[in-house]
Every structure is written in C-alpha cells, then in structure tokens.
Nanobody, 119 residues
Framework: VQLQASGGGLVQPGGFMQLSCTAS????????MRWFRQAPGKKRELVAH???????MYGDSVKGRFTISRRNGENTGYLQMNSLKPEDTAVYYC??????????????WGQGTQVTVSS
C-alpha cells in the first residue's frame, strides 16, 4: 500500500489550498485518515482526523479554517485549507490507518508536501 499526497505549493496569506492523498494497493478499507504537519524546528502536530463513521476532529490552530473530508467509495482524502496564515507553513503529511487484506490494521504515511504561506 502506498499513499501519494499532492497539492502543496506557495500561497499568499488569506488564501486557500487543497491537499489530497490517495491510497493505492490491496487493502480492505481505510479506517481513518489524518493530516499532520511539521514546521522547521518544531514537532510534528496533528492537524485533522476523520474516522469511518465519526465526526472530523481538528487541531486548535486550524479549527474553523481547515476541513478534512473523504468521498464515499474513494481512496482519496482531502484537506481544504482556507484563510491561510504564515504560521501554517510546514510540510504536510497524510497518515492513514488501513485494514489490510489479512484483516490487520496498518499505519501508512505519505511522502509529505510543502505548503508555504508567504506574500
């Protein structure tokens, strides 16, 4: 199983950007999708989480600005980021909890995508 993230880049403060992350390979289902981010010199932090049948959860710093979603039947998750601030600048990582064909749960990470918020 592999995760492929896309959608990063440079955006001005106040702007918006959407990240996506697609899982490929053989598995039964995606139990949870998460987005983390890590800024230079800082610890990796959880940005957003969505599980099967559960409500989305967000880090305090992004509540009201970011939205995590997934479409039924798709192996792709999205992170819509609005009202971006310079402090949102970081490498963003997707992280999925996937139920494998052996019915065991596995944790997978995407490669990371850089988001830079700057004028």
């Amino acid at each position: 199983v592999q995760l492929q993230a896309s959608g990063g880049g440079l955006v001005q403060p106040g702007g918006f950007m959407q990240l996506s992350c697609t899982a490929s390979g053989s598995f039964l289902n995606i139990a949870a999708m998460r987005w983390f981010r890590q800024a230079p010199g800082k610890k990796r932090e959880l940005v957003a989480h969505i599980g099967t049948g559960s409500s989305p959860m967000y880090g305090d710093s992004v509540k009201g600005r970011f939205t995590i979603s997934r479409r039924n039947g798709e192996n792709t998750g999205y992170l819509q980021m609005n009202s971006l601030k310079p402090e949102d600048t970081a490498v963003y990582y997707c992280n999925y909890l996937i139920l494998g064909v052996d019915s065991e749960a596995y944790d997978y990470w995407g490669q990371g995508t850089q988001v830079t918020v700057s004028s």
